[in-house]
């Protein structure tokens, strides 16, 4: 995603929750292109340690519950199991 320019949710949430020395420096290394020169794993600890991927994989697992919840209202069919699996497969799949 960060080839394409896209930022996502779990980089995100660790800028939100890094220092402003680590944020400024991984926002540097981003809009420099050096993060696919070297800095790949630095980006990635980076993420780990100041908490994006548990907060993308929580927010996910409470999407999920939501979707599901809502789900109860929709007569039985086909079409609402299919919704069903649909979102134990995102789910699951992101954990």
């Known amino acids: ?6 930022v996502t949710l779990p980089l995100i ?3 939100r929750n890094s220092p402003a020395a680590s944020r400024q420096r991984i926002v540097q290394q981003i809009h420099a292109g050096d993060v696919f020169d070297g800095h790949w794993s630095e980006m990635t600890d980076f993420v780990q340690t100041h908490g994006g991927i548990e ?3 929580a927010l996910a697992n ?3 519950r939501d979707a599901k919840e809502s789900l109860r ?3 039985p069919s086909a079409e609402r199991d299919a919704l069903d699996a649909a979102v134990d497969f995102v ?4 954990n």
Do not use: Q, W
């Open 62 to 64: 409470t999407l999920g």
């Open 13 to 15: 949430a660790a800028l």
């Open 91 to 94: 789910i699951s799949r992101v």
């Open 55 to 57: 907060y993308a994989l």
């Open 73 to 75: 209202g929709v007569p």
């Open 1 to 6: 995603d960060l080839r394409e320019g896209k």
